[in-house]
C-alpha cells in the first residue's frame, strides 16, 4: 500500500512507502548522547561518523516491536559497510533478561539502554516502536512511530543518499 513520503524541509511530498519516515528540517543537528550497551561499553552518536545511523526505540515487552527485530537485522546485515542500526532498549527491564532476549532474537546491533536524560530531537517518543535516520554528518532526518520493514529502510536510506548527493550504494 502507497502514502506520503513527506519532505518537509522543502515541502515537496513524494509518494512512499505507507510507513515512511517523516523527514524533518535539513539543518537538525542530532545529540551527541552517549549511552551503555548491554556489557556497560558507551557508544556515542558520534563514534558512528561517517555512517547512516538507524536509531530504533524498542523494548521487550512491545509487540510490534519484537516483529520489526528481524527486518531491522536484516537491514543491518546487508548494509554494514556504511551504515549502522542502533537500538536502543527503552524500559527498565533487568538488563540480564535484555542479554537473554538480544541472544535469542539473533539481533545483530549494538543495543544500547535508555539514559536518564531525553535524547533530543529523538525524545519524547509518541510510541513503540519509533525509528529515526541520521545522515553521516550527525544531521537528524526524519522518524517514523510503528514497525517499518528491511525493504522501506533501503528505499529511505537510498532517497537520503540521492538527496545528499552520495548517489545510490550497494554494500
Known sequence: MLGLYNRIGRGVALLGVAAALAIAPLSLTATDFSLPDLEGRIHRLSDYRGKWVVINFWATWCGPCLKEIPELANFQADHRIDTVVLGINFEQTPIEDVRQYVTASQINYPVLRIGSQPLVPFE??????????????GTYLGSHVGPVTSGQLDRLLEDARTDAGTGAHQD
Open 124 to 137: 519524547p517518543l509518541k510510541g513503540l516502536p519509533s525509528t529515526f535516520l541520521v545522515s553521516p554528518t
